[in-house]
């Protein structure tokens, strides 16, 4: 079970892992490495030395990690779950969006072959229209015709 570095975290507040709580951001900063992050290997000489990279209002916020390939990776694997419900809202945004698009093409498909039959689309059921007939109102002598 993973430390957390705020065992009192609230729903609105997620729990900060414990490796990311090290490297000493502040809450907008955090709140912006939730959405998008990575850590990324630089080449220097014969080292390669770690890097955490996000954007936060607008411009990149860089921070040293070390030199370490374990922390690294340990820091990316924390770094990732903590993303996860993010990635997770973003895929579900995709997949609705993308079953309206197929949901509103099938209605557009369908529609043309139930009019010979009388029948017509009312948001997602199928209706039949109403026929022609006229309605009498005894109370004031008065009829029309119901569309």
């Given amino acids: 079970m993973p430390t957390n570095a705020n065992p009192a975290a609230t729903p609105t507040q997620p729990t900060v892992p414990s490796l990311l709580a090290d490297l000493g951001l502040t809450e907008d900063q955090l709140a912006a490495l939730r ?12 080292k390669i030395l770690y890097k955490l990279r996000f954007r936060a209002e607008g411009r990149q916020i860089v921070r040293y990690v070390g030199t370490d390939p374990e922390r690294a990776v340990r ?13 997770l809202q973003r895929e579900a945004r995709r997949f609705r969006k993308q079953v309206r698009k197929d949901l509103r093409l099938r209605k557009q498909q369908l529609a043309p072959l139930l009019e010979p039959y009388g029948y017509r689309f009312h948001g997602l059921g199928i209706r039949r229209r109403r026929s022609k007939q006229p309605v009498l109102r005894p109370a004031l002598g008065l009829s029309r015709t119901c569309e």
Wanted: overall charge positive; hydrophobic content about 35%.
């Fill in 35 to 46: 959405r998008q992050g990575f850590v990324a290997p630089e080449n220097r000489g014969d």
């Fill in 75 to 87: 820091l990316a694997v924390a770094i990732r779950q903590w993303q996860r419900p993010q990635e």
